[in-house]
């Protein structure tokens, strides 16, 4: 596994405390693309959930990872996260209409201002894509980093793409 210098300007963006530099948040993707998953390349080193982790972090502290890596086997594995549905459940059960989609990316994400931390989004994914943040009290899910998931980007065997 390679790892990306620090002084990549996509890992300057994330981390500026080791670059110097200020955060500016990726720019909005091209409408209409999709997070594709290719498990058949993840080799389980996780370094997709590392990234999405400093991607979502505040005040010094590591976020919750949007994307999990399973073992399902001997040297095989499979990422998980939000498949960002058509006919969402998390959307359709939101009291407040806090999960909604976003037009420019197409992902389903969460109005944090709105969301009351009933959690009913987390009981209603079908998958188990959608989290919650005890610490926060707040749902917590792939939100594509603004169209460009930093956890595609990152990738070191091409196990996640942005088709």
């Avoid at 500026?16 to 993707?29: D, K, N």
């Avoid at 498990?39 to 997709?48: D, I, K, Q, S, V």
């Avoid at 989004?121 to 460009?148: I, N, Q, S, W, Y």
């Amino acid at each position: 596994m390679s790892a990306k210098p620090a002084s990549s300007p996509l890992l300057a963006r994330l981390l500026p405390q080791l670059s110097g530099e200020a955060f500016t948040p990726p720019e909005r993707g091209e409408p209409g693309r999709t997070l594709v998953v290719i498990p058949r390349n993840c080799t389980g080193c996780r370094t997709c959930e590392l990234a999405c982790s400093f991607a979502h972090s505040s005040a010094g502290h590591l976020g919750r990872p949007r994307i999990r890596v399973h073992e399902v086997g001997p040297d095989r594995h499979v990422q998980i996260t939000c498949l960002q549905c058509v006919s969402a459940a998390c959307i359709q059960v939101c009291p407040t209409q806090a999960i909604v989609r976003d037009e420019t990316t197409r992902a389903v994400v969460i109005e944090e201002a709105r969301c009351v931390g009933c959690a009913l989004c987390e009981a209603a994914c079908p998958f188990g894509h959608m989290h919650f943040d005890t610490e926060r009290k707040l749902a917590v899910k792939c939100d594509l980093c603004g169209g460009e998931p930093v956890c595609a980007a990152f990738c070191p065997y091409g196990a996640l793409e942005m088709r």
